[in-house]
């Protein structure tokens, strides 16, 4: 099992949670950090959290308030040169954002043992050629790959299609279909392969 976490910079905002095995099983938003603890702690058999968030620093800073000209992870750099836009993580808002995803990684990790991964829905998009904000184009694609059923309930968010892609990016992980950026020392952070495109 693996569960894809759309992650919020506030509490107050609306996560996308997205439980999958081979397909999705459920998806939902919650809030409060406590919300995903009792998801995660309640999924049997989880292997793998993904999160979109930035979980790690930079080298050379100490935390993500000191001011510094440090604003780049390696992985943030192999990304730039893959001309996958991102917002830094040192950017307004991706402070908060990461402050919750790097104390959100130690609360699960915590737990048991489960692997917790950064990832990025935004390089998932480009990678496979899908328009980020076009929810039928996403929706399509998810089909397509036979990760979601051709129909669903209801119409899903932003948030839920982004857990969604989290999830199907740490599917991919199990399935040795990934590409790792960055240095291990400092925080990784794991895409689809590339040279999936095409074949997928």
């Excluded at 919650?30 to 979980?55: F, G, T, W």
């Amino acid at each position: 099992m693996v569960l894809g976490l759309d992650l919020a910079g506030s509490e107050n905002r609306k996560t996308g949670v997205c439980i999958a095995d081979k397909k999705v099983k459920d998806v939902f938003t919650v809030k409060k950090d406590e919300e995903i603890i009792k998801v995660v702690s309640e999924i049997k058999n989880l292997k793998v959290v993904a999160i979109d968030a930035p979980l790690s620093l930079p080298k050379g800073r100490k935390n993500i308030d000191e001011k510094n000209s440090t604003h780049f992870r390696e992985c943030d750099i192999e990304l730039m040169r893959m001309k996958i836009k991102f917002f830094p993580i040192t950017l307004g808002p991706m402070r908060m954002l990461t402050k919750r995803g790097i104390e959100l990684k130690r609360k699960i990790e915590s737990l048991k043992n489960i692997r917790v991964i950064e990832v990025f829905p935004g390089a998932l998009y480009d990678i496979f050629k899908i328009p980020r904000k076009d929810k039928k184009k996403i929706f399509e694609f998810f089909v397509k790959v036979g990760f979601i059923a051709e129909k669903h309930e209801r119409e899903l968010s932003q948030d839920e299609f982004d857990s969604i892609a989290c999830a199907f990016t740490a599917k991919l992980f199990l399935e040795n279909k990934t590409k790792e950026l960055g240095n291990p020392s400092e925080g990784t952070l794991i895409i689809p392969e590339p040279s999936l495109f095409g074949f997928i």
